[in-house]
């Protein structure tokens, strides 16, 4: 599985982005996705999940109620809409993607995934 993530840039505090990653090598039906972001010298945080089908989504308490992530099977590609950007949603983030045979299950945690996009960086100015 391939994953390219696209989308990141600068914006101002209070604005939107919208992060894309668009998969290949698998039938991305069958590919349950996340979004997670990373700074320098931190830890991987989960950002958010979603099922196979699309039906389940989870968020971190962090972005809860300003992201959404959503799921176009027909074309390959999870997306992450980033609304009232912060500055601490500064970071480099990335889509992670796992094989699993459950329509309704997502993953928070980074070892659960086994397959990761290149990062792209999204800078939020104060």
């Known amino acids: 599985v391939q994953l390219q993530a696209s989308g990141g840039g600068l914006v101002q505090a209070g604005g939107s982005l919208r992060l894309s990653c668009v998969a290949s090598?698998?039938?991305?039906?069958?590919?349950?996705m996340g979004w997670f972001r990373q700074a320098p010298g931190e830890e991987r945080e989960f950002i958010a999940g979603i099922s196979r089908s699309g039906y389940n989504t989870y968020y971190a308490d962090s972005v809860r109620g300003r992201f959404t992530i959503s799921r176009d099977n027909a074309g390959n590609t999870v997306y992450l809409q980033m609304n009232n950007l912060k500055p601490e949603d500064t970071d480099v983030y990335y889509c992670?993607?796992?094989?699993?045979?459950?329509?309704?299950?997502?993953?928070?945690?980074?070892?659960?995934?086994?397959?990761w996009g290149q990062g792209t960086l999204v800078t939020v100015s104060s």
């Open positions: 992670a993607a796992r094989i699993d045979y459950s329509e309704n299950y997502f993953y928070t945690e980074a070892r659960n995934y086994a397959y």
């Open positions: 090598g698998r039938t991305f039906g069958g590919l349950v």
